[in-house]
């Protein structure tokens, strides 16, 4: 079983930028598809991105895209999120996520809070 560990949430002001980590333990990140969701008060959970196993090919929700940017290290079994020019509405608790690319097995992190200011 995989556990994911978030890191790197906080609270920063608008126009600001924050990198999210997700590091993985357990078992290695070989043959997991890796993304972030995030999910606000009163709303539901958003894809906000994503990356492939297989050739790093990237997934952007509208709201996000040209701003925010997920990368992998699978050495190191991390999957990383750059948010730049954060805006309150990327206020929201970030989940990551893996998902086994045969399986669909799907595992979560605990979730950091990012908290943008005004």
């Known amino acids: 079983q995989v556990q994911l560990v978030e890191s790197g949430g906080g609270l920063v002001q608008a126009g600001g930028s924050l990198k999210l980590s997700c590091a993985a333990s357990?078992?290695?990140?070989?043959?997991?598809?890796m993304g972030w969701f995030r999910q606000a008060p009163g709303k539901a959970r958003e894809l906000i991105a994503s990356?492939?196993?297989?050739?790093?090919?990237?997934y952007y929700a509208d709201s996000v895209k040209g701003r925010f940017t997920i990368s992998r290290d699978n050495a190191n079994d991390t999957v990383y999120l750059q948010m730049n020019s954060l805006k309150p509405d990327d206020t929201a608790v970030y989940y990551c996520y893996s998902e086994h690319t045969l399986t669909r097995s799907r595992y979560w992190g605990q979730g950091t809070q990012v908290t943008v200011s005004s």
């Open positions: 990356i492939t196993w297989s050739d790093s090919t990237t």
């Open positions: 357990g078992r290695t990140f070989s043959n997991y598809h």
